[in-house]
């Protein structure tokens, strides 16, 4: 059974940073693209980044793209994703994304697939 876990979300002043955290178990973490989404309330889930499965690779929306920073620990089994200089924009439901990634990297695209993986999320608040 898959499970994957989402840890580090908080409220946070304008300008400050978090670092969010992901463990997936029961999957072969190191052969999986991994991405980041986020949902805000009453808005669709939009990718925020992806990595692949090396971390060689990354794919960022432009509107994090030079604030955000996303890496992997194999290992580990860890997903993070380093936040700075966040905005109020940047509320919202934070949700890690385990397997089934269409990830383009030349085109800086990444999108999920039924047959990806969810966690539960972690809420980001970001005050003005």
């Known amino acids: 059974q898959v499970q994957v876990v989402e840890s580090g ?3 946070v002043q304008a300008g400050g940073s978090l670092r969010l955290s992901c463990t997936a178990s029961g999957l072969s973490f190191a052969f999986h693209h991994l991405g980041w989404f986020r949902q805000a309330p009453g808005k669709e889930r939009e990718v925020v980044s992806c990595i692949t499965t ?3 690779s990354t794919v960022y929306a432009d509107s994090v793209q030079g604030r955000f920073t996303i890496s992997r620990d194999n290992a580990k089994k860890t997903l993070y994703l380093q936040m700075n200089s966040l905005k109020p924009e940047d509320t ?5 994304a385990a397997g089934g990634i269409a990830l383009r990297p030349s085109d800086n695209k990444c999108e999920s697939t039924t047959s990806t993986y969810w966690g539960q999320g972690t809420q980001v ?3 003005s």
Not at 92 to 96: I, L, N, Q, S, T
């Open 54 to 56: 090396g971390g060689g």
């Open 92 to 96: 919202a439901m934070y949700y890690c």
């Open 9 to 11: 979300g908080g409220l």
């Open 125 to 127: 608040t970001v005050s």
